[in-house]
């Protein structure tokens, strides 16, 4: 988290949080969903505007993280921006020399390998369940050739149970417990 960010945490720490605001794609893009977006239907069907600053998108990066609950959000200085998922939490771009990075830049090792019935691969690391980037699965359908990825089936719906993420965020603190 960047110190500017602890910073205003500490300064104003009682400020709301933020929910319905930002999604991320299936290919790692954020988007803003503004209060039109958001009352024309949940995300990923009213996606919102696509995020393209690069330094706003690096800010998200570095201070994107999950609460206890699997909520994942961004955390803007004092107030926390919950993200609407469409897939998982984190997108993974492979490389030809088998290393696996998230959407935000950070490094993974694979702990499993898994696919579902409509051919999605999932990786899940320490840092998290994501889903394989569509531009590399190809590269992961070599890993699992070479022998390094044996793929478990999956279905699709149950992995935010069994991953213990939160894909909707804003669902979940609409509905009263």
Request: aromatic residues 10%; proline residues 7%; hydrophobic residues 40%.
């Amino acid at each position: 988290m960047d110190d500017i960010v602890k910073q205003a945490l500490a300064k104003w720490p009682n400020v709301p949080d933020c929910y319905g605001w930002l999604g991320l794609d299936a290919r790692g893009r954020w988007y803003m969903r503004d209060d039109r977006t958001q009352a024309a239907g949940p995300f990923p069907e009213a996606k919102g505007s696509l995020l393209q600053h690069e330094k706003l998108i690096d800010f998200i990066h570095r201070n994107y993280e999950a609460d206890e609950a699997g909520q994942w959000f961004f955390q803007n200085g004092p107030q926390r921006v919950y993200v609407e998922l469409e897939a998982t939490p984190l997108v993974w771009r492979l490389a030809a020399d088998g290393s696996v990075t998230s959407h935000t830049g950070k490094p993974a090792t694979v702990e499993q390998c898994l696919l579902d019935a409509q051919g999605r691969v999932y990786l899940a690391t320490p840092l998290g369940l994501g889903l394989v980037h569509t531009l590399d699965v190809g590269l992961a359908a070599d890993a699992v050739e070479q022998g390094r990825w044996t793929p478990a089936e999956v279905q699709a719906q149950e992995l935010s149970a069994r991953y213990g993420f939160v894909p909707s965020p804003a669902a979940r603190h609409a509905t009263p417990s």
